[in-house]
């Protein structure tokens, strides 16, 4: 992409394909400099809705890296070409040219990372939220095995988020349990809180407090693996899950919550988004017969392919361990186990991508990455 001018009063955009004209007032109202734009918050210190956007480009000209524009306004500025070439090209550069990395059971290895007490200010938080992006998840080991020290964690990335769980939850086998996460049995792939409207919570952390027992190993499949899988060997499967919508129910004594939302959800532009599953919560609509034996197929698939070997990875969580997940790509399970040998005892609490999206743009800055 290519800035160029003719005449020196009109600015060109050039993408290789094609030419296009930058309105000026486009560029006028993002004049950068510090009469005109808060140097600490970045915000704006002029209404461009009161503006003429009729203004008009007396002199433009290139310099180095630089656009300088006279403005017939009389507002002179300089502007960033690679900024403004960012903008056209629609990519978000800290997160999209972050590429997702398909992983199923062969995944070995995975860079873990260590925490220590200026980690939440690092470059190695900021190689920890990368590689985030990348997997799904990540694995933060020495975490102080204190109450609720998740909190802390997950404030210091962004804003925890409460849900009718609290501002977190302690996994561990009780009594009279209001989910199934909170007994020894055997979890099979299934992504959290599917019913909550109009977004689950994006990120799940969850820390290691006890582990005594010898079952209870974390499980993690990579739903856009599978989803991607289904898309190239399965497109009429693929094609019902991800435009026919099922309504996810939570009942608890307290609240009843509900959703509607395909199993594999794709964005404007049909690519992957996010995924959710749960078998115990989900409730297909009424469709034609014909139409429902093959949604039944297709789900019927995509079970068995989140539930294999060939997908699932398989981990014990140990205390001061502390995983963050993606709860829109990835599905998570656990193994049985028997409370009897002695005590497993997890918190959990839930983050939204701005609060990683907005540590990692940050971070960014901060050492000029």
């Known amino acids: 992409m290519k800035i160029e001018l003719i005449n020196n009063k009109k600015v060109i955009l050039n993408n290789g394909k094609s030419k296009k004209e930058i309105h000026p007032f486009w560029l006028r109202e993002r004049v950068g400099e510090s009469d005109h734009l808060d140097p600490g918050t970045q915000q704006r210190l002029f209404d461009p809705a009161t503006l003429n956007f009729h203004v008009d480009i007396d002199e433009a000209n290139l310099e180095g ?14 502007f960033e070409i690679n900024k403004l070439s960012s903008e056209f090209s629609g990519i978000d550069n800290e997160l999209d040219e972050i590429e997702k990395i398909q992983w199923d059971c062969n995944l070995k290895n995975i860079k873990s990372f260590e925490y220590y007490e200026d980690f939440f200010e690092s470059k190695e938080m900021y190689n920890m939220l990368v590689s985030f992006y990348k997997y799904g998840f990540v694995i933060i080991k020495n975490i102080p095995v204190e109450n609720n020290f998740l909190i802390k964690f997950g404030n210091s990335i962004g804003s925890v988020k409460r849900t009718n769980f609290g501002e977190h939850f302690d996994v561990k086998s009780k009594s009279n349990p209001n989910d199934l996460a909170y007994t020894s049995l055997h979890l099979t792939p299934h992504t959290d809180n599917p019913y909550r409207n109009p977004l689950p919570p994006c990120i799940q952390i969850l820390h290691c407090i006890e582990n005594e027992v010898n079952g209870g190993y974390s499980t993690l499949v990579d739903g856009y693996t599978v989803s991607e899988y ?10 019902i899950l991800s435009s026919v919508k099922v309504r996810f129910r939570f009942v608890d004594k307290d609240v009843i919550l509900e959703s509607w939302s395909e199993l594999i959800h794709l964005d404007q532009n049909k690519r992957f988004k996010s995924v959710r599953f749960s078998t115990r919560l989900d ?27 060939k997908y699932k990875i398989e981990f014990k969580l140990m205390p001061g361990d502390l995983m963050m997940m993606d709860n829109h790509r990835l599905l998570h399970g656990r193994t049985s186990y028997n409370p009897s040998e002695g005590n497993r005892f997890l918190q959990g609490c839930y983050l939204d991508f701005d609060s990683t999206e907005g540590k990692l743009r940050y971070l960014k800055r901060k050492f000029n990455f």
């Open 65 to 78: 890296d630089y656009l300088n524009i006279k403005f017939n306004d009389g507002i002179v500025s300089k």
């Open 230 to 239: 289904i898309k190239k060997n399965k497109p009429d499967y693929y094609n």
């Open 283 to 309: 409730y297909v609509p009424i469709l034609d017969k014909k139409e429902l034996e093959l949604y039944y197929e297709a789900r019927k698939y995509l079970s068995e392919l989140y539930n294999s070997d």
